[in-house]
């Protein structure tokens, strides 16, 4: 099974990306986390990112705030995808963090999910993941119908309350 690799900007990031370990960790498929600077640190994002296909990794996951450019950096150094994370906070809020991540050029996309969307950055991951993987994509598939049974049994609930 190929890896995710996820990024942080900052280890400050840490509290949002944990939701992606969490999900990570639920489907069984294997990660690496690292903490990286796409300002500070940008000759180790482009060799550990441009080395990543051939580290067996399939998707990566960039987390970064401010008007971090750190999904950017990632997938201008590979031909993997790129999924961003924009993390709130900050005088913006996020939201620099949002447009710097989801306004990219034309030959570079960064798929970008809500501000501190780690877990669903994950879900995608692991669904990209599973274009390749029978039992990935019969996890997600379960994990789907877990959800619609849950909200069914609370919608019951509620209808028995009325």
Same mark, same amino acid.
């Given at each position: ?7 942080? =900007? ?17 489907? =069984?498929?294997? /990660? ?15 060799? /550990? ?7 067996? /990794?399939?998707?990566?996951?960039? &987390? ?9 950096? &990632? ?14 906070? *900050?005088?913006?809020? *996020?939201?620099?963090?949002? +447009? ?6 034309? *030959? ?15 879900? +995608? ?19 789907? @119908?877990? =959800? ?5 049994? @609370? ?8």
């Amino acid at each position: 099974m190929k890896k995710v690799a996820v990024i942080m =900007g900052s280890d400050s990031d840490l509290p949002v990306v944990e939701k992606a370990f969490g999900v990570l960790k639920e489907y =069984g498929v294997p /990660f690496e986390a690292r903490v990286m600077s796409a300002h500070r640190t940008p000759a180790e994002v482009s060799s /550990f990112v441009g080395s990543a296909r051939e580290n067996g /990794f399939g998707v990566i996951i960039a &987390c970064a705030g401010m008007a971090a450019h750190l999904a950017g950096v &990632c997938a201008a150094a590979t031909t993997l995808p790129v999924i961003g994370v924009p993390v709130k906070g *900050g005088m913006l809020d *996020g939201l620099d963090a949002l +447009l710097s991540t989801v306004q990219m050029p034309t *030959g570079i996309p960064v798929a970008t999910v809500a501000m501190n969307g780690a877990a669903n950055a994950a879900i +995608l991951a692991v669904e990209i993941l599973a274009l390749s993987d029978d039992s990935l994509a019969a996890a997600l598939a379960a994990s789907r @119908k877990a =959800g619609a049974e849950k909200v069914m049994a @609370k919608d019951a609930a509620l209808q028995e309350k009325l």
